[in-house]
């Protein structure tokens, strides 16, 4: 932790993350009007004193709904590459350390996996299972899982090399204990940078769901389908459209700079020479 706030940039992204998440946690205490409710006779007005980011076509405050909108995108990205990111880490585990059919088997549906762009993986699930954020949440987990199985798969392959795991296995070391014991902590640091940087990436394949009106549903308000509804209004009010746009840049970009800290704190060479120019 002491490495990565060290760097101005893992500082900037740390508290672009915090700051979101705290955002969609204290939601309901911080919007200043309920996200659903509506004012007819001020519909699409423009930012002021009482709608600091001005309003919908149905008169909901738009800086409301910004901040509930954090809502379903944060938990879409987390849950998504939380999970799919698991069944992908030990699928390419298990592939890795035992290799044969099972290694051919996997990477064969990675292959096929990787030759369709995420986006349309995404549609195709949530064409199946119906569109809700629940769908959502499963397109891009399944999104994501090749590209964790195959990180993983190629950490272990090179770890199942090093001499430590050799001796383990020689000396009768179970196979859960050697995956447990000496390989998991020597890749963690790999899957926990892209894990990092798999949120951003979830974040805008989740959003452009929404935009395409199969994630999450209105009322319910989430910045891709804010996206989608403000289009219309660009000339009434501008900050209707921006507002979600500015939002979402700011999150990827924060996620994406805090992963690139995190890649640079985790390395033993470059942490050593962060430490060291600390001490200078």
């Known amino acids: 932790m002491q490495s990565l706030l060290m760097q101005p940039s893992g500082s900037v992204g740390l508290t672009i993350t915090v700051l979101v998440v705290l955002t969609a946690i204290l939601a309901p205490w911080i919007a200043p009007w309920p996200p659903l409710e509506t004012h007819y006779t001020e519909a699409l007005m423009g930012p002021n004193a009482k709608y600091w980011l001005g309003t919908d076509e149905v008169g909901r405050d738009v800086l409301s709904r910004i901040i509930y909108g954090t809502q379903p995108s944060l938990a879409v990205a987390l849950t998504a590459v939380l999970s799919g990111g698991t069944i992908g880490i030990l699928l390419g585990i298990a592939a890795g350390y035992y290799r044969g059919w099972f290694d051919a088997l996997v990477m064969r549906i990675c292959d096929i996996a990787f030759a369709f762009p995420l986006i349309l993986i995404g549609i195709c699930t949530v064409i199946i299972l119906g569109p809700s954020i629940v769908?959502?949440?499963?397109a891009v987990g399944i999104g994501v899982m090749p590209s964790f199985a195959r990180l993983a798969r190629a950490e272990v392959l090179e770890e199942m090399e090093r001499d430590f795991v050799k001796a383990s296995r020689g000396m009768g070391g179970t196979d859960v204990y050697i995956v447990a014991r000496h390989i998991i902590?020597?890749?963690?640091?790999?899957?926990?940078?892209?894990?990092?940087?798999?949120?951003?990436?979830?974040?805008?394949?989740?959003?452009?769901?929404?935009?395409?009106?199969?994630?999450?549903?209105?009322?319910?308000?989430?910045?891709?389908?804010?996206?989608?509804?403000?289009?219309?209004?660009?000339?009434?009010?501008?900050?209707y459209a921006l507002a979600p746009g500015v939002a979402?840049?700011?999150?990827?970009?924060?996620?994406?700079?805090l992963a690139a800290a995190l890649t640079n704190a985790l390395d033993p060479r470059i942490r050593t020479e962060i430490l060291k120019g600390r001490r200078k």
């Open 135 to 138: 769908s959502v949440g499963i």
């Open 248 to 257: 979402l840049t700011i999150f990827v970009i924060g996620i994406n700079i």
């Open 185 to 239: 902590p020597n890749i963690a640091a790999t899957l926990v940078v892209q894990l990092a940087g798999a949120v951003s990436g979830a974040v805008v394949i989740a959003s452009a769901l929404d935009f395409l009106g199969i994630g999450t549903q209105p009322p319910m308000p989430s910045w891709g389908n804010m996206l989608q509804a403000s289009r219309l209004y660009l000339n009434q009010n501008p900050s």
